[in-house]
């Protein structure tokens, strides 16, 4: 037998070895698939199909989110604070960009981004007796990091003015002074408050791109229309990022970035969380924009159906578009459902409000699935080797250290919105986000043979809001209402 043949004849032997364990399981009911490891590993567990899944609890994993969350933010935080944080932080990007001038913008990208996922955890105040001692000195050490780079002094000072970037982060950090005022806001010196206050009106001078980046100067203004005693806010702002992404809403709960659909994970980074943020602190402010609230929210909750959706068995999702790096960052409207309370419910909330009576009610998407998705698109990513360098700091990556991943205005600053996938930490324990059982997500239901009638999804409200009558302009006595609500900690 020569060589070649003998080698054929393994291979034949070897298949049909394999074909013959394969006849004898197909009897078997109990087949078994691997999902992502538990106990902060990659390794695989096993589970009979249609058996509850083995994770941890919704106590165990709210440890695991907390420890990780404070992992990710102790670095910067911790460096702002002293005084240090351009000194210690890594300046790195992608080693195709021979010049960078990232380092203009790191103290407000990396203390926006981190403040932003961060921020209703710190709100959350007597939520746990246990994690209070921990929360508290996270809180503490939150004002002393924004005291430090507000300071004139500051060697970390913040960079409100010099290039585009910087209306991108302010509007970052408005967003997580919004989702935090009691924990982040209020405690303030003056001078730190009209330093913020300034630097934020500073930002104006910047010209948004005709792209998401509307949505930062919306944020913006919305924050000023809150905190600033002096009532400067501009209402047009505000009224033209709606309406513009209103013109450019493709159906299907997603929006075009500017005029054009871009398939990466903008809506959710950006575009949804913003949009949501602006209306629901302008609240009775103006009755037009009022109206559009439950129709952003159902475009909002069919989006955050479909992110859910793509986390796989195995705890991956699709790595498409730009800002791929930003990691988990790409499920930020997702959490925020799940923080905000509307996900859906099933036939029972208002998403049903306009669904036909010949369509059946969608399935609902319990929020203790939801939790144990997204704690399975952290640990697949964040246990990836080489994703802390030695000091603790994020590398850039999607699995572990990837630097050629990096779009061209990617830096280690840039990463930190991957904090956004924290934010149903401001829910107490008991919510069901935490307190429900624990249960597969979509796709390890679906690919473990478990017949499913369909997908959770809600019914596609795709009205139009320029249809809606109009309703009348901002009242400055309602605005009035908003701010001096919250200088008596009632907003």
């Known amino acids: 037998m020569t060589p070649f043949v003998k080698q054929v004849f393994i291979v034949w032997a070897i298949l049909e070895r394999r074909k013959g364990k394969g006849r004898r399981r197909r009897g078997q009911k109990n087949r078994r698939l691997i999902l992502p490891g538990q106990g902060g590993t990659l390794g695989g567990i096993l589970f009979p199909m249609n058996a509850s899944l083995p994770l941890p609890g919704g106590s165990s ?3 695991d989110w907390i420890g990780l969350l404070t992992r990710i933010a102790r670095p910067p935080l911790e ?3 002293s005084g240090s944080l351009l000194r210690r932080m890594p300046g790195r990007w992608n080693p195709d960009v021979t010049s960078h001038p990232r380092s203009t913008f790191a103290a407000l990208e990396i203390v926006a981004r981190t403040l932003l996922g961060i921020a209703p955890w710190l709100e959350a105040r007597d939520a746990d007796p246990a994690e209070e001692p921990l929360r508290e000195t996270f809180a503490s050490l939150a004002r002393a990091a924004l005291a430090a780079v507000l300071a004139p002094d500051s060697p970390d000072r913040l960079n409100f003015t010099v290039g585009e970037q910087p209306l ?3 509007a970052f950090l408005c967003q997580a002074l919004l989702r ?5 806001w209020e405690p303030l010196d003056d001078a730190t408050k009209r330093r913020l206050i300034e630097g934020v009106r500073a930002t104006r001078l910047i010209k948004p791109g005709i792209s998401n980046w509307l949505c930062f100067s919306g944020v913006i203004e919305a924050f000023l229309a809150r905190f600033d005693a002096a009532g400067d806010w501009d209402a047009m702002r505000i009224d033209y990022v709606l309406r513009q992404h209103e013109d450019w809403y493709k159906g299907g709960g997603v929006y075009g970035d500017g005029p054009r659909f871009a398939w990466d994970y903008y809506n959710s980074y950006v575009i949804h969380p913003a949009l949501l943020e602006i209306t629901d602190c302008l609240s009775g402010v103006c009755c037009d924009w009022d109206a559009w609230i439950p129709v952003l929210r159902g475009r909002a909750r069919e989006y955050a159906v479909t992110l859910e959706q793509l986390v796989a068995p195995d705890g991956t999702f699709p790595a498409i578009g730009r800002s791929i790096t930003y990691r988990m960052g790409a499920f930020h409207l997702l959490a925020y459902a799940a923080w905000k309370g509307f996900l859906p419910t099933g036939g029972a909330g208002e998403e049903e409000a306009n669904r036909p009576a010949w369509l059946h009610p969608a399935e609902p998407l319990p929020p203790s699935q939801v939790r144990c998705a997204l704690t399975a698109v952290m640990r697949r990513m964040m246990d990836a080797p080489g994703t802390f360098d030695e000091n603790g700091w994020l590398a850039i990556g999607v699995c572990g ?3 050629a991943l990096g779009d061209v205005y990617i830096s280690t600053a840039s990463l930190y919105l991957c904090t956004a996938i924290f934010l149903p930490l401001g ?11 624990a249960m597969p997500w979509t796709s390890a239901r679906l690919w473990s043979g478990e017949d499913l009638a369909r997908p959770a999804a809600p019914w596609r409200d795709d009205r139009r809001v320029m249809d809606l009558p109009f309703q009348g302009s901002p009242g400055r006595p309602a605005v009035n209402a908003i701010r001096d609500g919250n200088r008596r900690g009632q907003a």
């Open 427 to 437: 829910l107490p324990p008991g919510d069901p986000f935490w307190s429900g059982p």
């Open 180 to 184: 935090a005022p009691g924990a982040l």
């Open 79 to 81: 460096a702002a604070a």
């Open 401 to 403: 250290r990837q630097p």
């Open 61 to 63: 994993q709210r440890a």
């Open 168 to 170: 991108v982060d302010a």
